[in-house]
């Protein structure tokens, strides 16, 4: 997300909109489609977040958010998925009017996953983060399209290694001329007792054309899973983002360390 939006050539943010929500579309469509033909091959979850915390950074002004997704994965390795938030980052960069009015995150995303031999594993596709709302004339959309790859190392039935890199088609969340921006992201996975995983996370965000921008982000944590479908997660994060440049109208420094609890149930 991009805490300060910067405007742009209105006929090229129409076309990146358009771009964005024509991929959402696609990927929600498919997701309702699988939904309701192979049942098999669904899952989703829902949960209940106090925090919503985007590589690093909170989406919601530090506030509880209500999330839920559903996806569908075919036997060939082929994929589509929707996910949503609400979310208030972008409104919350005014205090006082209505220029900017949005609540929510809708996601869509479409991708394969496949093997290579036993212990690893590899992702690619793109997704799609719309946020529906009004904007002021000239507004650089926040609509964001990106493509991933990424690869998974599993030496054992408890640990897991993943690597993945998301690279923007258009401009990344509302920075202007910031297409091709990039974001590494390292995850280890541990599960040292039954129902037990310790979490931890790395990650570099890129943007390009706006460099002060740029930060790291880390996290670490422990899930409880439970037979049910329940899950319990707790996790402490932080950033090396620069204060100045992610502190909203409220005074609230959003990339600031924060611990989170959540609570998942999926289906």
Known sequence: MSLHSKTENAAGAAGKTALAKAALATALAFAALAATTAHAGTSGSVSLTSDYLFRGVSQNNQNPALQGGIEYAH??????????????WLSDTV???????????????????????????????????????????GFNSPDTTEIYLGGTLAPSETVSVGLKYSYAVTDLFGYADSDGSGYLDANLNWTFQPGWTLNVHGGKQW?????????????????????????????YSDTD???????????????????TLTVSKAF
């Open 75 to 88: 036997d060939s390795g082929f994929y589509v998925g929707a996910w949503g938030s609400n979310v208030s």
């Open 95 to 137: 205090v006082i009017g209505d220029d900017i009015s949005n609540s929510l995150e809708l996601d869509g995303y479409v991708g394969y996953r496949g093997k290579a031999g036993e212990l690893f594993s590899y992702d690619v596709g793109v997704l799609t983060y719309y946020y529906p709302g009004d904007y002021p004339s």
């Open 207 to 235: 943007i390009e054309h706006n460099k002060d921008f740029e930060y790291a982000d880390w996290k670490v944590g422990v899930t409880k899973s439970f037979d049910n479908g329940f899950s319990v997660a707790a996790a």
């Open 241 to 259: 983002a620069e204060e100045a440049f992610y502190t909203n109208a409220h005074g609230n420094f959003l990339a600031d360390d924060a611990f």
